[in-house]
């Protein structure tokens, strides 16, 4: 799997980083660290600027996070149309509609930085349905935050890892187990919404 992820940005590049944070913001577990991994390596490289990377990162995180508020919110909306009384409407969507009015801003941009939260908080959003532009506005601030600190971090374990190999190997045996926690973490999350159903 691993080689596949790798082969394919090796491949593809900027676009290939680009389509694996687009589809990592639609809730599919995908190994998005190789992306900056690739990104830095870029740079360092002088194949991009850091300029230039940044943006195609930030444009990759909103598009997805985007189409993932939409969703959610088409989904809220066409449920609430539906609805002759308004009383009727989950008492949870109203609670969580009523917190993200007060909150929504500074909770979108503090789940844009952490990892398997991210993908999720956009369709919070949506189904809380939160204001588009004060949602576009927390998730270019969260991803610009993160983008920076993302590729600082890459940055100093290549330099750290070019002075010590026991580093190298220790991270690609926990990049290996965190990819293969994520993927048995969604699975059981399907799994259990779905004994949840039956």
Do not use: C
């Not at 059981?188 to 779905?194: A, N, T």
């Amino acid at each position: 799997m691993l080689r596949f992820f790798h082969a394919f940005l090796m491949r593809y590049g900027l676009l290939g980083s680009f389509t694996l944070l687009f589809m990592e913001n639609l809730g599919i577990p995908l190994p998005t660290e190789a992306a900056y991994v690739l990104a830095e390596s870029l740079i360092i490289r002088g194949t991009y600027s850091y300029f230039t990377v940044s943006i195609v990162f930030l444009a990759a995180h909103l598009l997805g996070s985007i189409v993932s508020y939409g969703i959610a919110r088409e989904i809220t909306v066409s449920v609430h149309a539906r609805e002759k009384d308004i009383k009727k409407r989950g008492g949870v969507q109203a609670k969580i509609a009523g917190w993200y009015r007060k909150h929504g801003v500074l909770a979108v941009f503090v789940t844009k930085l952490i990892g398997q939260v991210r993908p999720w908080s956009s369709y919070v959003a949506g189904a809380a349905e939160m204001d588009f532009w004060p949602f576009v506005g927390a998730t270019i601030l969260g991803t610009i935050v993160l983008n920076a600190l993302s590729l600082a971090l890459t940055k100093v374990a290549f330099r750290y890892s070019a002075h010590h190999h026991w580093f190298a190997i220790i991270s690609e045996i926990l990049f290996a187990a965190g990819v293969i926690v994520v993927v048995y973490l969604e699975a059981r999350v399907i799994l259990q919404e779905r004994k949840e159903k039956k």
